[in-house]
């Protein structure tokens, strides 16, 4: 083992702990593994939990180790020693010794998990640890539960089979009120759906208590479990039905309600008004709302007049999608009851005149079906004719002796293979009315267009030699974001954590040539915030990236399948369009549709933060899973440097000073930050002041951006300073008040430069900025 490491670990010598920090990565790495033995020996002694020497030795000791095993890439070497140390921590007292303090051991745990779930996506790793890890959700300390949680979303995303194994545990801790937990169930459903199943009633009971995106989770679940049993939700619809006046679970209610509507439609009889007031406010769940009540229809003659009346009464939609829907459900409707289309057929034949090619494929089908219903009463009754289908072909039997028949008997029999894309629509829909049979469900006809897939799947069937299909109606965008809806979802959790995504960006009129500027703003925004009232602003080179990145942002947070005509998506559009980059060669459709960013990709984007300083004032809050300023994410950190809401720090400092580069010296001299401005003392005894209102940045002096910072940097409009403090944490502390100070200074101004590439005030939110200088538009997400 390294002199140094030894010294620090077997003599538990505090002083020496900081300078683990001067070694290079390299020089420890052979000596990891018995580091980890070492620390597991120092916190399994008895004293461990009262020696606040010993806590800050492991804590420095695991902070060095956990570096070097990240920036060496060992973490498959080193993670049986790291799983090792967790289960030593379950051995011991993990309950808060108060309201704002963990136990020692409680805080070893968070920094090992921390270290082994930013490899989530290594499945040795993930096989070792989450075993160990799910113990700890039985724990009383629900600060350590909730991070745990965050940490088995985040590797449900490639571990799903190794977290079902523990679903018992899972779903216990949930029901104990770790709610965050339900958004692991959607994830982990498929491996193991059983458990889920048998606690619907148990699930829908924490409802209420869940907040919105957990709320949102849990009715993922809920549509997961009426495709298998839904006569185990059934009890549960007056509950569900209040949710409807929400915008984010309305579409998975009424998705979860088509599926039960399709099993059993005579739950639904009493809810039909609700249904209907949910579309008149919402009409985006129009589609949903007619296929249920469409399947709903299929119960008994009234319903079906009911439901008939329903589909005319919104025959004057102008959106060809929902019209498409209405006209298949009358299709359907129209098999059992073939008076009601007699009745409606006036109306039906209208949209013929100006609907879309799927539209009117569907109104001539259902003239040709009424045709044929009324040509058949009139009928010779001399010439009788029995049909009978088979898949794909007709028998035909003709009983008589038709002229120039060549049959002596008098009965011909004629054999015919239709080809299914001209078969009547009564043939067409006749097999779906029959599967409720065979798919041991309720003994009625069920709706063909009661599920998505198959609408779709049959106006492609009609396209074929009809014209364009209903798919070819949506645009590029929402077709992609509709296949791909899933992947979409998972691909911007799964990098949340790794990039932050902007909240607006905006097109700049540059002297040369337009750049996209992209304004990042805290999550946390608390009182204290650096950024509660500005953004942190960045004028990116990759705008190709970033673009697709808040597009599938968007995406990611939205109900159902976005198109370009929704806001969010149009603004976007009109941004890149107001580009000149890559305008030959990319369109927005084919951006947007193309690959997600890779990973070299994603490092190229956080090589630029790291430019632009981001890393310095944001890091990523796991538990509350957002970027935030330090302020926000650790307030009790900066409260003794606070004082009267400005920050307030002292002390000496080793600033490098030279006329050249290569003759330049370190000179220790006492700093204090107080107010607006810097005052250091000389060698004579003066006191020279630095306003703050003439710094543009600070940054934080790294090896890696990831790195324990070795000194800052201070840059005003024509000079650098470089300072070092007595260890890390000093100079931490230094950058954190310069950046509270920076920032504050500049927002007295009004000033449009601040921290990293600038701190701007909000724009305005009608997202379309013209007085300000330069600016062409602003996207707000």
């Not at 209420?208 to 957990?214: A, F, G, T, W």
């Not at 001299?669 to 003439?694: A, C, M, N």
């Not at 940054?699 to 890696?704: D, E, H, M, T």
């Amino acid at each position: 083992m390294h002199e140094l490491l030894a010294k620090v670990l077997n003599e538990k010598d505090l002083s020496k702990a900081g300078d683990l920090f001067s070694l290079e990565d390299h020089e420890i790495n052979g000596d990891i593994s018995t580091a980890l033995k070492k620390i597991g020996d120092i916190i399994d002694t008895e004293d461990y939990v009262s020696n606040d020497n010993d806590q800050s030795v492991v804590e420095i000791c695991i902070t060095r180790v956990t570096t070097a095993i990240r920036e060496m890439d060992t973490i498959e070497e080193h993670s049986s020693g790291l799983v090792h140390l967790l289960q030593l921590c379950q051995q011991h007292n993990l309950d808060p010794v108060s309201q704002d303090k963990d136990p020692p051991h409680a805080k070893v745990a968070s920094d090992i998990m921390s270290c082994l779930f930013m490899h989530y996506g290594k499945c040795k790793v993930m096989t070792m640890a989450i075993p160990v890890v799910v113990n700890f959700l039985s724990s009383d300390n629900k600060e350590l539960s909730r991070n745990v949680s965050s940490y088995l979303s985040l590797a449900a995303l490639d571990n799903a089979d190794l977290l079902a194994k523990h679903m018992e545990i899972i779903l216990n801790s949930m029901f104990r009120g770790n709610y965050i937990l339900s958004t692991v169930l959607p994830q982990i459903y498929a491996q193991n759906s059983d458990p889920i199943i048998d606690c619907t009633d148990r699930l829908m009971d924490i409802l209420d208590q869940c907040d919105v995106s957990e709320r949102s989770s849990l009715c993922q679940v809920f549509s997961m479990v009426a495709k298998h049993k839904p006569q185990k939700l059934e009890a549960h619809i007056p509950k569900l039905s209040e949710y409807l006046s929400t915008s984010v679970l309305a579409p998975l209610i009424l998705v979860m309600f088509v599926d039960m509507a399709i099993a059993n439609p005579i739950p639904f009889v009493s809810y039909v008004s609700v249904l209907k007031t949910s579309a008149e406010k919402q009409p985006i769940h129009l589609i949903h709302v007619i296929q249920i009540i469409g399947a709903v229809g299929t119960i008994n003659e009234e319903q079906a007049q009911l439901s008939m009346n329903y589909f005319v009464s919104n025959l004057t939609q102008t959106d060809q999608a929902v019209l498409t829907v209405i006209l298949q459900e009358i299709k359907a409707l129209s098999i059992n009851h073939p008076e009601l289309l007699a009745d409606n057929m006036d109306k039906i034949s209208k949209l013929s005149q100006n609907g879309s090619s799927a539209v009117r494929i569907l109104v001539q089908q259902l003239k040709d079906d009424n045709k044929k219903r009324s040509s058949a009463i009139d009928k010779d009754k001399e010439m009788k004719s029995v049909s009978s289908q088979t898949e794909g072909a007709v028998t035909v039997i003709t009983v008589g002796n038709p002229p120039n028949s060549a049959n002596p008997n008098g009965i011909t029999v004629r054999r015919m293979n239709i080809p299914s894309s001209n078969m009547s629509s009564e043939q067409s829909l006749g097999k779906s009315s029959r599967t409720s049979l065979s798919t041991g469900r309720y003994d009625r006809p069920v709706s063909p267009a009661s599920v998505y897939t198959d609408r779709m799947s049959m106006m492609s069937s009609v396209s074929s030699q009809h014209g364009p299909s209903v798919e070819s109606m949506r645009d590029g965008v929402q077709h992609f974001c509709d296949k791909h809806f899933s992947t979409i979802r998972n691909f911007i959790l799964n990098i949340s954590a790794r990039i932050p995504l902007p909240e607006v960006c905006s097109v700049i009129n540059g002297r040369h040539k337009r750049f996209l500027r992209l304004s990042f703003l805290c999550g946390g925004k608390g009182d204290q915030c650096i950024y509660n009232k500005s953004y942190f602003t960045l004028d990116t080179k990759l705008p190709k990236t970033w673009i697709h990145l808040m597009f599938l942002s968007t995406q990611a947070k939205a109900a159902s399948a976005l198109s370009q005509h929704d806001y969010s998506i149009s603004r976007l559009k009109t941004c890149w369009d107001s580009l000149q980059t890559d305008r030959s060669t990319w369109s927005f459709l084919t951006l947007v549709t193309s690959s997600f960013p890779s990973a070299k990709d994603q490092d190229i984007l956080i090589h630029e933060l790291h430019c632009s300083r981001f890393f310095d004032v944001f890091e990523f809050n796991a538990a509350k899973k957002y970027w935030a300023c330090f302020m926000c994410n650790h307030p009790e950190k900066m409260w003794d440097l606070m004082k009267n809401g400005s920050p307030v720090i002292a002390g000496q400092l080793r600033e490098k000073k030279g006329k050249w580069k290569f003759l330049k010296r370190w000179k220790t001299r006492y700093f204090t930050l107080s107010g607006t401005q810097i005052t250091y003392s000389k060698s004579d005894q003066r006191h020279e002041t630095l306003p703050v209102s003439k710094i543009q940045s600070v940054k934080a002096v790294r090896k890696g951006y990831r790195d324990i910072p070795k000194a800052f940097e201070i840059f005003t409009a024509d000079q650098s300073y470089t300072f070092k403090a007595k260890g890390h944490q000093n100079i931490e502390q230094w950058v954190q008040c310069l950046h509270i100070a920076v920032a504050q200074a500049h927002k007295g101004e009004g000033s449009k430069t601040g921290v990293g590439t600038g701190d701007q005030g909000p724009p305005r939110q009608d997202n379309v900025v013209i007085e300000r200088p330069r600016s062409v538009m602003d996207t707000k997400l």
